[in-house]
Nanobody, 125 residues
Framework: QVQLVESGGGLVQSGGSLRLSCAAS????????MGWFRQAPGKEREFVAT????????YYSDSVKGRFTISRENAKKTVSLQMNSLKPEDTAVYYC??????????????????WGKGTLVTVSS
């Protein structure tokens, strides 16, 4: 069983930056594709970013590409999401996820193995 705990959420002004972190425990961290999803009020949960097992490849949703950067440190069992140039529409609960399956499964949110409880990011205009 893998536990994921997010941190780093908060209130930031439009154009500002935040860095989210996710600490994993249990399981073999390097065996998991890691990623972030978000859910805004009244909207469905959506894919944000994912990073492959060795960190060699990253994938982003079009809405965050060029502004967000995902990274991981397997030795520390952590994954981070650096968010720059934040916009009010980035306001959401952000969830850390871990999955054994391929990237396509992650992006489609198709049976992801583990979810964190989420951290709230609020971007004021």
């Amino acid at each position: 069983q893998v536990q994921l705990v997010e941190s780093g959420g908060g209130l930031v002004q439009s154009g500002g930056s935040l860095r989210l972190s996710c600490a994993a425990s249990g399981g073999t961290f390097s065996n998991f594709l890691m990623g972030w999803f978000r859910q805004a009020p009244g909207k469905e949960r959506e894919f944000v970013a994912t990073i492959t097992w060795s960190g060699g490849a990253t994938y982003y949703s079009d809405s965050v590409k060029g502004r967000f950067t995902i990274s991981r440190e397997n030795a520390k069992k952590t994954v981070s999401l650096q968010m720059n140039s934040l916009k009010p529409e980035d306001t959401a609960v952000y969830y850390c996820v871990a999955n054994r399956g391929p990237v396509a499964t992650m992006i489609r949110n198709d049976g992801i193995d583990y979810w964190g409880k989420g951290t709230l990011v609020t971007v004021s205009s």
